[in-house]
């Protein structure tokens, strides 16, 4: 891979100067969904999928981009005086937004470059291809530019900001800290509203971890996001007339049982519901990991699904159609919707002698039921972000 990386760079690009190789992977969240705008828990874990980045310094300002993967667009140009986002800039924008963010916090970046990359990670199936673009570019940025003062959780940081302010998407900092951040064989159990964190190893001896594509993308995603972070707000000013309280993730469920009245929209209170039980679960999903306790983790899954579908209201029928179908399988601990939602994938705890079971009939079921093929990944859990070489 490394190989036809770097002959294709040469190819595009030409020979000469120092070419960097950098990796930053994509992520699957185990448990602890819409809560790291809330102030709560996640506990996301990198892929070995992800995006790998070949980056050499030029002498100008000029940027050029060229994707592997969207290769018939040929080279992208840009320059480092034009960081503005624009829909002709497609997938390049977010490395822009990188740059821009980078100048944001004063850094001055004084020579263009040349940027290769190519994914592995399915396009739009909810797995964090552009947080972990926007790590890559980061890291990129901070290697080729002797930036020694930003940490990992910096480019986490830096790549949340962009998003949110450079490509219009309010995400929280999930998927950016699971990619700049991740430990093979870990999940990361992360405190958003302090992000204080600890890496809970992910042992489950006869199990795997499967995702399920969908293979299906609803276009409300980024509008019904940013009404859903809206509705938690809302229900968040009116709790705290009444409450001491910074986030929902400050609340426990007898605390927002008791004063759940206080939210006048029924939306809003649902909404808040998740938001609170969704922490609270995900406490108590890692404290049944880490006693062994994998029965557990996955009847947390489940309910947390249940919750995502009828409270938070993000699922589609075609997610639910994979959690259901998965329920029903002898030897599946645990399935739940992973991600913004709306589409995307299902994350599956699936025992070691069900898995090609649960592959070929949720496969053929989905396909009768809906009509195109689902997906399905057997995945491992790698590190964060890196260079390599
Ligand atoms: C998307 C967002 F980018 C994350 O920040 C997070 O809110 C997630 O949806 C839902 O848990 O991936």
Known sequence: MQKELMEKFVEVYGEGGEIREYFAPGRVNLIGEHTDYNGGHVFPCALTLGTYGLARKRDDRKLRFYSVNFSKLGVIESSLDDLIPSDQAGWTNYPKGVMWAFEKRGIQLEHGVDFLIYGNIPNGSGLSSSASLEVLTGLMLKDMFGVEELSMQDLALIGQYSENNFNGMNCGIMDQFASAMGKKDCAIFLDTSTLEFEYAPVQLKDARIVITNSKVKHSLVGSAYN????????????????????????????????????????????????????????????????????????????????????????????????????????????????????????????KNDAVDHFIDTIGKQYKEKVGHEAEFYVVDIGDGAHVIA
């Open 227 to 350: 009404d859903r972070r809206n509705e938690c707000e809302t229900a968040l000013e009116e709790l705290q007339k009444e409450l001491d309280i910074r986030t929902l993730g400050d609340l426990s469920e007898e605390e927002f049982e008791a004063h759940k009245s206080a939210i006048t929209s029924d939306i809003c209170r649902k909404r808040a519901k998740h938001a609170v039980y969704e922490n609270q679960r995900t406490i108590k999903a890692v404290n049944a990991l880490k006693a062994d306790n994998v029965e557990e983790f996955g009847k947390l899954m489940n309910a947390s699904h249940v919750s995502l579908r009828d409270d938070y209201e993000v699922s589609c029928e075609e997610i639910d159609i994979l959690v259901d179908l998965a329920w029903q399988i002898p030897g599946v601990i645990g399935s739940r919707i992973t991600g913004g939602g709306f589409g995307g994938c299902t994350v599956s705890i699936v």
